[in-house]
């Protein structure tokens, strides 16, 4: 587990609470946890040149420590199809951003595989001030967000709590081939909310994670956002 401990010693060390993705979603890597790959480009000439590394389409994002929610600064932009969208996209981007914060440090811009669109997920932690860590699962968009229809359970947590929370759910039969859903890898789910509870457990400065949204298929799930906040 040495580059979770790394990175989370040198965030504190530079003062900072919030992990960039780049370094939450290392650290979920190093935790079994999918995530889409990518690499930071410091460049336009090095985002066209992971764009090509990584395979069309990509996704571009903005990574700095004083941007947390990135789209809300058009700091994300999506389905990037060549070479020239990825050029157009990194200037707009970097504009984007200055636009919303002029004295946000810019750390780079992310290049990263896009991930195809499917049911989302949301596995979450927070550190309860009685329990502990405690976890958090639910469905994407307005699931969470308008019908709070979420569950949860202290950490750490077995295979079959993990698949109760999921089954608990209102929104679950949309993972069950309901109508012209898919059937979701549950198995894949389980074993994001196991490794989640894992690495909450390792780490009790973690006070809270954010894997939103997660791309659930048929075969797998992907994790498109990671975020950490540490105490
Ligand atoms: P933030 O939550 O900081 O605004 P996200 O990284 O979650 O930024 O990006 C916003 C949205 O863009 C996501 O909810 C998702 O719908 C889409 N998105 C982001 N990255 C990817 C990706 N790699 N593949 C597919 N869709 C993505
Ligand atoms: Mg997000």
């Given at each position: 587990m040495n580059k979770t401990s790394k990175i989370i010693s040198q965030v504190r060390s530079e003062g900072r609470k919030a992990l960039l993705e780049t370094e939450a979603k290392t650290i979920c890597a190093e935790y079994d946890i999918p995530v889409t790959a990518f690499k930071l480009a410091k460049n336009?000439?090095?985002?066209?040149?992971?764009?090509?590394?990584?395979?069309?389409?990509?996704?571009?994002?903005?990574?700095?420590?004083?941007?947390?929610h990135k789209s809300d600064a058009g700091g994300v932009m999506v389905n990037l199809k060549n070479a020239a969208e990825v050029r157009g996209a990194y200037g707009k981007v970097l504009e984007n951003a200055k636009k919303y914060d002029a004295a946000a440090e810019i750390v780079g811009v992310l290049v990263q595989e896009m991930a195809p669109q499917s049911t989302e997920v949301i596995v979450g932690a927070i550190k309860d001030l009685q329990f502990g860590q405690t976890l958090m699962f639910g469905l994407g968009g307005i699931f969470?967000?308008?019908?709070?229809?979420?569950?949860?359970?202290?950490?750490?947590?077995?295979?079959?709590?993990?698949?109760?929370?999921?089954?608990?759910?209102?929104?679950?039969?949309?993972?069950?081939?309901?109508?012209?859903?898919?059937?979701?890898?549950?198995?894949?789910?389980?074993?994001?909310?196991?490794?989640?509870?894992k690495l909450v457990m390792d780490y009790p400065e973690i006070k809270e994670l954010d894997l939103n949204p997660i791309m659930a298929y048929e075969k797998g799930a992907k994790t498109v956002d990671a975020r950490i906040i540490l105490e």
């Open positions: 336009e000439k090095e985002a066209v040149e992971f764009a090509g590394q990584i395979g069309f389409p990509v996704v571009l994002k903005i990574v700095s420590p004083d941007i947390i969470v967000e308008l019908l709070k229809d979420v569950t949860f359970r202290i950490a750490p947590i077995t295979r079959e709590e993990a698949e109760e929370m999921i089954k608990e759910v209102k929104a679950y039969p949309l993972l069950t081939g309901y109508r012209n859903t898919l059937q979701a890898d549950i198995d894949a789910i389980v074993t994001i909310l196991v490794n989640t509870s």
